[in-house]
């Protein structure tokens, strides 16, 4: 579950790549931000999977299971 912080976050991505008076996509903004939305990206991913991680109690060997649950996560709320 994607925290109410990080899902603002992705909102505010999707409309940042929007133009400015038609409000629909722009590829040449959204090309632009790429490199720092992908960063964004990553350090969601990372935030979501240390609250898996601590959900658990951090026992090892859940790391993997951790970052691939939390990576679909993200990229379903990037793709809503």
Do not use: C
């Not at 040449?28 to 992908?38: D, E, H, K, Q």
Request: net charge positive; proline share 6%; aromatic share 4%.
């Amino acid at each position: 579950m994607l925290i109410p912080q990080a899902k603002n976050q992705l909102n505010m991505m999707q409309r940042a790549a929007l133009h400015p008076l038609t409000r629909r996509p722009d590829l040449s903004l959204a090309l632009r931000r790429a490199p720092r939305a992908a960063d964004e990206r990553i350090r969601l991913i990372a935030e979501a999977a240390y609250y898996r991680a601590e959900a658990r109690g951090f026992t090892p060997g859940g790391e993997v299971e951790d970052w691939l649950q939390a990576e679909t996560e993200v990229n379903k709320s990037i793709l809503s």
